[in-house]
Every structure is written in structure tokens, then in C-alpha cells.
């Protein structure tokens, strides 16, 4: 075991090795040292995940003071994901070891990845998890191959075996291998990482899939070659795949897969089955994985599908081509056979102001379209890098129909294949492994063309036939790399020949009538002529009009059967819709494990399952009715004992889960009022209808609004809870008897809402306004997650914080900053940072660093020359924030204080990928005149929602999944929406209250005039009326 001391001198940085140069996933051939001759010169870090698992770690850490690497050249990272207690740094331990924390936000492994990679010094970063026990030659044994190369990925193995008895110091005082140290222990293996081993010759066949081993619990790999993937997706935030998924990028990204067996780890534990919690979420990762791994394996691209990640990305090279020849490819592209495609339309420096012009009538037409992008020329690579396969072809090539998934069978098992094109250029399809290392090894990015990827990856001709055309090659040669092409011309050829005997049939028929003509001499030749030639036109003519006849039946028989689907799907949804109408109980985690001591305490979580209410059950926080706990309660030492009289009066009030009881699909028509109970215990003065039961909130809230007494329930707690869950749902309740009793309980401004004499009077847009107002105090005061947040505040435990927003401001407008910064900073919402970035010339970046300064609120400046067109300059900004929610401002609307609040709590409560308000409240400038559209269209799902730009909010980890704002000049936020739903996900439109879309007489890039939104208006006022939008 080596203890030397580190040296006195730090030796200079040894050279990095560069990328390595062998042929597929050879790894043989790579020139590195064996084990036994291995020098040590690089810096190397371990990253241990960890979570509450203090023996484990204990085991683990013993493992690597007896490794065979110099001690002085690594250093540990044992990174806490939240645990309770906190992880401690081990003491006097002879390892250079470093303890970081992260907050308990759920399964945190693929953070705590990344953030073991950011603390990292070494040049190599090793991921090891924390009940794996390293044997002594395991980082040696990764590390050699990162000395030779600088994109390896090296894969350690695993043997699983019971570690009961085993204490710390047996490993660390090891005399021999662990091999001898467990030889009587029984011990097994994953064998279905040996049955891939077996497939693919140690990972040295061709087979597309090898990055199906890399397991992240035993991976090496230079830390700058970590970064260039990507690192791990923090979006994996529950357990299972989150390795496979950065293997799949590791290998696309042309990585060298290493399987090392002399990386041994023994994992503290006999293999299991998943438990059904463990199959169910795997499950679910398995159908997260379908859209960022572009592999067939794990996807089925049925026609009309788009992923997050496409399979085949078509650069477009415009060389100047004008408007009609690039759109024309472009749309052969999109309408060819293969859908789950982007095209890139390459970007160039116009060389004269027609091309300039052409270029963004271009941009202009196809700049919405979720499959197409716009960017520099070699730009695709690295903005799709996870995609499998890079297509080359120039602007106005009469693609084939085929093209695509003609070069892919022509592929084959190989790197890249050509296709001649009718117009003389050619297209080529690169596997993306090849290409990315083709740019490591040297490639100009920039000056990427089809004929020049030919010229350096395929050095001899190719089949000269295009692809989707009739005929035969010339020669029969076939390039290095290349299959042969008769997969992808037989399908052209077999075309032909379906087309062949037609053509003969009119050409004999052509000439027999030329014939035939210059032989007429008689008036009774030409009628014989003119019989014969209309007799066949009659028989054509009747054959396709049988043949019409048939295709209209079989239309209207096709037709019929999806009227009967969907006639059942409606009925279907009707049930869902039914049984939706019943609460059920919530199974996710809200923080630390809580018991319950006392019925009132028990009932303020009865909603959710993971509430313990036995003394014998262990638990971090104790909720009492009061203190001090009966002599039957033991608490765990260390445990938190929080009564509720020591809380906020509102903490009794039993939580909601607010995923079901929400003003999702909130109606805007309206009934009478009804009762929650009988009518004759309404008080005088008081009227309703009908009487509808509280627990049917869907009903409920369907009614003007809701008469309630104390009568109608069995205390104050349970009235509490009952009224406040109908507030969240968007119903509107009156407290007809004062409801002195749960004044505490709901809270001073929720129970003055649910008092205020006005309800009973309102009009429907003064109902709304209430309902608006109920459900922001019901949401963020007594949801099931609200209520774990006080209370782990109480206990002074940590718990899921709220998201911190992100808001976006670009402007041009220098004169509009202040008011657009007040804006930000009057938001009530508690945690918000201000990303500004001016956009152009005419700030003053003084002055812009002093204003948000003054404002209070965490901010950052950035500024974006004039040049970037919008959705450039938010990525820019993007790249600047922090929050796990990203909004954006406009500079020129008026935001109410509560604004960010209602997406965030939408958000939550949606579960929806994009969330947004429509432009509801529209100021128009010129007209002066403040006016109401699309009442009663909010608080839904679809797909074809209309969004503000500037209303909108979404999570980082989504706005990533769809690679940013698209770079265009206007349209970003239709773009964003067309890609998320392109990308699989979700639209949520909330209520429009708060914000109000301000309308110049010109400047915009949504082109409509004032009479296009007075035609619109259901409701206007004169002037700028902002207490008529919800602003004030």
C-alpha cells in the first residue's frame, strides 16, 4: 500500500493523449500498456454516489486505500444526495477525500454524477457506486486506457455476493486479492452484460448497439471527453437508465468502448429481481428512452412519429440556391418516407443582397416547422449530437421519396454510403460515431460538404444510379464502406417495370392511330377510325371510373371504421373522465419519512400514503396533536417531534394533492348556486338550487358558485379541508355562517375571499376573478406539497424547495429596461433570478449592472451584439441562468405581482411539458382601448394551443430536451411549442389573468392589425384598464 507522502514540488502537467485511431470499436488495436507494465503520470478523481448507506461506503472507501495506483495521483469525491443525517468527511482517512452535498430533490444519481465531474481535479474521472468494493488493480486498470486516448470509455465489471460479517478493516488489512479474501462466499454475476459480451466478440463487432453494457457504476473516462457528451441528463430524476442513455451518447459521439475485466468491483449484495416499484419505474425510463435514444431498439418509428431526439439529421447545403430550390428539397425531405428526420438548411454569409433576401424568405416559410432547423454550415453534428445519422445534400437536388431510407439499407452494417442524384451532385449518408471522430481527428466543421466527406471517407466511386430512379449502373463498382446497391435499386427498378407495359400499351396505341389516319380516304374510313379509337376510350374511360368507384367505397368504409373508433375512444375518455372524479390516494415522496401522532395530525396528510401513524415505525418527523406525546410514542433518536399547536394555524388544515384537485378543465359556464348540504340549513337570505356532494369537485365547480355552512361538516378541520380543496379546483365557495371556526385554519386572505358579500352578485368575469384568486391562495397554501415544505421547516429539515425560476429579458429597447426590470421585481413569487440581456447597441452596461442592482432581485447582465437574430440571443441567455423553470418577459406587456406565480403552481399542478397564458387581456396602443378575448378556453390541454410568447414557462431539463430556442428571428416561442409537441410532450394553457399583451401600431413580428383583435373581443374597455386584466 503506498503512503508516500505527496512531493514538494508539483511536476509539470503531462501531456494529454489525443483521440484514438482504430477501426469501429477495435479496442485491441489500440497501442497501451498492459497492467503489469503500466506507468501512472495522470491525475485521476473517483466519484462516489452516495445515499444513507454509511456501511456500504465504509467497505468502499477501504477498497480504494489498497489500490495499486499512486495515492498522491487520485483523489476521492463522495458526493451526499441528501441524506438524513448528512454524510461527514471520514476521519483521519489516508485518502485524499472530499465530501460535497446536494439537496434531497428525489433520485439524484445522475446529478450526483455531474456533480462529482464539476468538483473533479483529475484528468480522468472514474464513477464508482458506493456498494461496489474495487479491487486493488481496478483504477489502474481503467486509467491505463485513458493515458493512451482521450475518448475511451472504459467498463468495469461486477461480481454480486453477500457481504454480512464483513467489517472495514478486513478489506483494508487484506494480505491477499478479494478474490482469495471471498473465495468460501458464493457469489454471481450479471449475466445479461455476458450474454452482450458474447453477441458483440467483446465489443469488437459492428453491431450498432454496444453502448447497451456501459453501466455507470463502474466507468472511466477522461473528464474532458465526460463534458464533450453531455454529462449525465439530470432530467433522469427516478431509478433506472440513466447510465444506458449516456452510453448511448458516449458511443454516438464516437467514443471507444473499453470493457476491462480487470476493473472488478464485488457489489455488497446478491443480484435481486426489481421490486414492482423498481419494474414500474424502469418502465417508464424505458419510454423516456424512446425519445433520446435514436436507436430502432428502443424506439418504433412509425410513420407520422417525431422524438426528441431524430434518428437522421439532413444538412442542406444552400450554396447559394435560390428560394425555389431550397424549399423544394426541403419539402421532398419532409415528405419523403422517413419521418423521424430534422433537416438543418446550412446558414451562409449572403453574398449579395438576393440572396440575403432568398435566404429569409426561406426562414420566413419554413422557420415554424418543428423539423427544421437553421444554422451555420457544419453545424449539425454538434446540435444534434446524439442523433445516429448525418445526411449531406445540396439545395436543389430532386430528392427521391426513398432517399433516406434507400442510403440506410444501402449502409448496411457500414460507416457512410453515397447516392449519385439526378442533377449530378450526391448525397451521403455518416454514421454519427464516424463523423464525430472524423472532426477529433481533424475535419473542418465548417467546410463539411457531401462531395467533400466522399473525397476523404470513400476515396473510389460509388454506384452511379440515384437512388429512387429507373436504370442500371454503369460499372459495377462499389465503394470502400459501402454495400451493395441492389437493395435500394431493385425497388427503383421493379417501379419501372410496373410503369412499362402502360407505356407500351399507349405507344402501340399511338401508332396504329397515326397509322391508320394518313390511311383514311373516305368519310367511311374516318368513322370506322373514330369508332375503333372511341371505343377504346369508352372502355378506358368506364374502367376508371369503376376503378373511382372502388377507391370512394373503400374511402367511406375506412371512414366508418374510424368513426367507430372514435365514437369508442369518446366513450372511453367518458369513463376515465368518470372515474377521474374520484381522489386518489398519493403515493409519492414529499420529503422525509413523517408519522402522525393524534387524529387531527393524522388528518392533515390523510391523502397521502407514505404518512406512518404506528409509534413503532421509524420516522424522521413527528406531527402531534400536542405535546408532550403519549408514553405508547417513542420517537427515533434524532427525530424532529413538531406539534400542531406550535405551527401556523393553517398547517392543520388537511392537504390536497393538487395533481388531482386542480382547475384543469375549469368550465366557464354557469349554473344557479348550490349547496353543500341540506338547503333548509342555509341561513336567511341564502339560496341554492340543488345540493351537490363536496368530494364531486367536478360537478361542483360547475355551479356559480357554492353555499356552505359549518353544519355540513363534522368539525372545523374537516370544513377547512373540504373548502379549500374546492378553492384549488376553481370552484367558488361562499361561507354563508361567517365560518368564524376556520378563519386560522384557511388563512386571512383565502377566508376573506371565501367571505366576500360580492360572490353571490358576480358576473361571470367578476366570478372568474374570484375563482382566480381562490385557487392561488388554496394552491400554494394547503397543497400536499406546500404542507411537507412547512412542516419540514418547522422541523429546520430539509425538503423540496421551490423551483427557482429563471426570467428571461431581451430587449432592444433601452428606453423600456426600467419598467420591464419593476416588473421582475414586484413578482411576489419568492425565488426568481433575472437574466437580462440587451440585445444591439444604445445600453449602457453601467447603468444596466446599477438598475438591477436597486431592484432586489438576483440578477445577471449580458449583452448580444446586433447581429443574433431572437432565438440566438435566448440561448444565450439560457446558458447564463440557473433556475429549474425558465419563464420570459417582454419588455413592452404589463405583468401582474402574482404572474410568475400561476405557471409555476400550473406547472405543478399540469404536469405539462409547456405552460403558458394566452394573449387573453390585449392593450391595443393606437386605439387605446384594453379588450378581453377566448373566454372560457383556459385551464387546457392540446396540442394546438395558443400560447403567449411572453406568458410561458417551462423546465430547463425540457427546454434542453428540445435543444433551445430555435434560431430564427421571429416565431421562437410557436417554434419552442411546435417542438415540444414534435418532441412527445404537453401543452397547458392556464387562466390569462395577470397579464396584458401590449399592441404598437408597428415593430412586431406578428403581423395583425387592431381590427383583427377587436373582431375577437368578447369584452373592451377604454384606455389602458389594468385592474380590468388582473395586472393590479
Not at 66 to 76: G, K, M
Not at 503 to 522: D, H, N, S
Not at 841 to 860: I, K, M, P, Q, Y
Request: hydrophobic share 40%.
Amino acid at each position: 500500500m503506498d503512503l508516500s507522502p505527496l512531493p514538494d514540488v508539483t511536476p509539470p502537467t503531462p501531456p494529454a493523449p489525443g483521440p484514438a485511431k482504430v477501426d469501429g470499436n477495435d479496442w485491441k488495436s489500440l497501442d497501451t500498456a498492459s497492467l503489469e507494465e503500466f506507468e501512472p503520470r495522470l491525475q485521476a478523481t473517483v466519484v462516489v454516489p452516495y445515499y444513507e448507506a454509511p456501511d456500504a461506503l465504509a467497505l468502499t472507501l477501504a477498497g480504494l486505500e489498497r489500490q495499486s495506483y499512486p495515492r498522491h495521483l487520485f483523489e476521492v469525491i463522495v458526493v451526499d444526495d441528501g441524506s438524513d443525517p448528512p454524510l461527514e468527511m471520514p476521519g483521519r482517512s489516508p485518502l485524499n477525500v472530499r465530501v460535497i452535498h446536494q439537496p434531497d430533490l428525489g433520485f439524484g444519481l445522475a446529478r450526483a454524477r455531474n456533480n462529482g465531474a464539476r468538483a473533479a481535479q483529475g484528468d480522468i474521472v472514474v464513477f464508482l457506486d458506493c456498494d461496489m468494493i474495487p479491487a486493488r488493480e481496478w483504477l489502474a486498470a481503467h486509467a491505463r486506457w485513458h493515458h493512451a486516448a482521450s475518448d475511451a470509455v472504459s467498463i468495469g465489471f461486477r461480481r454480486h455476493l453477500d457481504v454480512t460479517g464483513v467489517e472495514a478493516d478486513d478489506v483494508r488489512h487484506c494480505s491477499g486479492t478479494l478474490d482469495e479474501m471471498f473465495t468460501d462466499r458464493p457469489w454471481d454475476r450479471p449475466e445479461w452484460i455476458e450474454s452482450h459480451m458474447a453477441r458483440t466478440a467483446e465489443l469488437t463487432s459492428d453491431d450498432d448497439d454496444l453502448f447497451r453494457v456501459a453501466s455507470g457504476g463502474n466507468l472511466g473516462m477522461s473528464r474532458h471527453f465526460y463534458w464533450e457528451v453531455g454529462g449525465n441528463d439530470e432530467s433522469f430524476t427516478q431509478w433506472g437508465a440513466e447510465d444506458i442513455e449516456f452510453g448511448y451518447r458516449a458511443f454516438t459521439l464516437g467514443a471507444l468502448l473499453v470493457p476491462e475485466r480487470r476493473a472488478l468491483c464485488w457489489h455488497q449484495g446478491t443480484g435481486t429481481v426489481p421490486s414492482s416499484a423498481e419494474a414500474r419505474s424502469l418502465e417508464q425510463q424505458q419510454a423516456k428512452l424512446s425519445h433520446l435514444i435514436a436507436h430502432y431498439g428502443f424506439r418504433g418509428a412509425k410513420p407520422g412519429r417525431s422524438f426528441t431526439v431524430p434518428q437522421y439529421v439532413v444538412s442542406v447545403d444552400t450554396g447559394g440556391a435560390g428560394t425555389d430550390a431550397q424549399l423544394d428539397t426541403v419539402e421532398r425531405l419532409l415528405s419523403g418516407d422517413v419521418h423521424d428526420l430534422v433537416v438543418w438548411i446550412e446558414q451562409r454569409q449572403p453574398a449579395d443582397e438576393e440572396e440575403a433576401h432568398a435566404a429569409e424568405i426561406v426562414r420566413r416559410l419554413l422557420g415554424g416547422d418543428p423539423r427544421v432547423r437553421f444554422g451555420p454550415r457544419g453545424g449539425a453534428p454538434s446540435a444534434f449530437a446524439a442523433s445516429q445519422f448525418h445526411i449531406f445534400v445540396k439545395a436543389g437536388t430532386p430528392v427521391a421519396p426513398n432517399l433516406v431510407s434507400g442510403l440506410r439499407k444501402q449502409l448496411g452494417a457500414a460507416e457512410c454510403t453515397t447516392a449519385p442524384q439526378p442533377d449530378g451532385s450526391i448525397a451521403i449518408l455518416v454514421r454519427a460515431r464516424r463523423l464525430h471522430r472524423e472532426l477529433r481527428w481533424g475535419l473542418d466543421g465548417e467546410s463539411i460538404t457531401a462531395a467533400s466527406l466522399a473525397s476523404r471517407l470513400l476515396p473510389r466511386p460509388t454506384a452511379t444510379t440515384p437512388i429512387g430512379e429507373p436504370g442500371r449502373p454503369d460499372d459495377g463498382g462499389v465503394a470502400p464502406g459501402v454495400s451493395s446497391p441492389a437493395a435500394i435499386r431493385e425497388p427503383a427498378l421493379a417501379a419501372g417495370a410496373e410503369r412499362l407495359p402502360r407505356l407500351q400499351k399507349l405507344g402501340r396505341i399511338a401508332a396504329y392511330t397515326a397509322t391508320e389516319a394518313r390511311a383514311v380516304r373516305r368519310p367511311g374510313d374516318a368513322a370506322r377510325l373514330a369508332r375503333t379509337v372511341g371505343g377504346w376510350i369508352v372502355r378506358a374511360a368506364g374502367w376508371r371510373l369503376r376503378w373511382i368507384a372502388w377507391r370512394l367505397r373503400r374511402a367511406a368504409l375506412q371512414a366508418r371504421r374510424v368513426a367507430r373508433r372514435g365514437a369508442a375512444a369518446v366513450r372511453r375518455s367518458a369513463k376515465g373522465r368518470m372515474r377521474s372524479t374520484e381522489i386518489r390516494p398519493v403515493t409519492y415522496r414529499l420529503g422525509p419519512s413523517i408519522a402522525a401522532c393524534g387524529p387531527r395530525s393524522a388528518a392533515v396528510f390523510a391523502a397521502w400514503t407514505g404518512l406512518h401513524t404506528k409509534s413503532s415505525v421509524p420516522a424522521q418527523v413527528v406531527l402531534c396533536d400536542d405535546m408532550p406525546l403519549p408514553s405508547t410514542w417513542t420517537p427515533k433518536a434524532g427525530a424532529a417531534v413538531i406539534p400542531l399547536t406550535g405551527m401556523a394555524p393553517t398547517a392543520a388544515t388537511p392537504a390536497f394533492d393538487a395533481e388531482q384537485v386542480n382547475p384543469a378543465r375549469w368550465p366557464a359556464a354557469l349554473r344557479r348556486a348550490a349547496s353543500l348540504g341540506p338547503k333548509s340549513s342555509l341561513p336567511a337570505g341564502h339560496k341554492a338550487s340543488r345540493r351537490v356532494d363536496a368530494a364531486n369537485v367536478a360537478r361542483a365547480r360547475r355551479y356559480h358558485h357554492l353555499a356552505d355552512v359549518a353544519a355540513y361538516h363534522a368539525d372545523a378541520q374537516a370544513r377547512a379541508g373540504a373548502v379549500a380543496a374546492l378553492a384549488a379546483s376553481g370552484a367558488v365557495v361562499r361561507l354563508c355562517d361567517g365560518g368564524v371556526e376556520v378563519a386560522g385554519l384557511l388563512g386571512e386572505r383565502l377566508f376573506a375571499l371565501l367571505t366576500d358579500p360580492r360572490i353571490e352578485t358576480a358576473s361571470e368575469a367578476e366570478r372568474e376573478a374570484l375563482s382566480v384568486e381562490m385557487r392561488r391562495e388554496a394552491l400554494r397554501t394547503h397543497s400536499l406539497r406546500a404542507r411537507a415544505r412547512q412542516v419540514c421547516e418547522a422541523a429546520s429539515m430539509r425538503t423540496e424547495p421551490l423551483p427557482l425560476v429563471s426570467v428571461l429579458l431581451a430587449t432592444r429597447r433601452p428606453d423600456q429596461v426600467a419598467e420591464a426590470v419593476a416588473s421582475v421585481a414586484a413578482q411576489t413569487y419568492p425565488r426568481i433570478e433575472l437574466v437580462l440581456a440587451a440585445h444591439g447597441d444604445g445600453f449602457d452596461r453601467a447603468r444596466l449592472e446599477t438598475l438591477v442592482a436597486g431592484s432586489g432581485t438576483d440578477a445577471h447582465v449580458l449583452t448580444v451584439p446586433a447581429g443574433f437574430v431572437l432565438g440566438e440571443v435566448l440561448n444565450q441567455a439560457l446558458e447564463h441562468s440557473r433556475g429549474e423553470l425558465v419563464t420570459k418577459f417582454d419588455d413592452d406587456d404589463f405583468y401582474g405581482p402574482e404572474h410568475v406565480w400561476d405557471l409555476v403552481l400550473a406547472h405543478e399542478y399540469s404536469r405539462a411539458t409547456l405552460v403558458g397564458k394566452a394573449a387573453e387581456y390585449v392593450y391595443l396602443e393606437g386605439a387605446d382601448r384594453t379588450l378581453r378575448r377566448f373566454r372560457g378556453s383556459s385551464e387546457r390541454f392540446g396540442s394546438k394551443l395558443t400560447l403567449a410568447g411572453g406568458a410561458m414557462i417551462i423546465a430547463r431539463s425540457d427546454l434542453d430536451a428540445v435543444v433551445g430556442w430555435q434560431p430564427v428571428p421571429a416565431g421562437v416561442d410557436r417554434a419552442l411549442m411546435g417542438d415540444v409537441v414534435a418532441g412527445g410532450g404537453s401543452l397547458y394553457r392556464t387562466h390569462g389573468r395577470g397579464y396584458l399583451l401590449v399592441r404598437h401600431a408597428r415593430g412586431h413580428t406578428w403581423e395583425a392589425d387592431d381590427e383583427y383583435f377587436l373582431e375577437q373581443a368578447v369584452e373592451v374597455h377604454d384606455g389602458c384598464d389594468l385592474r380590468f386584466a388582473g395586472v393590479v
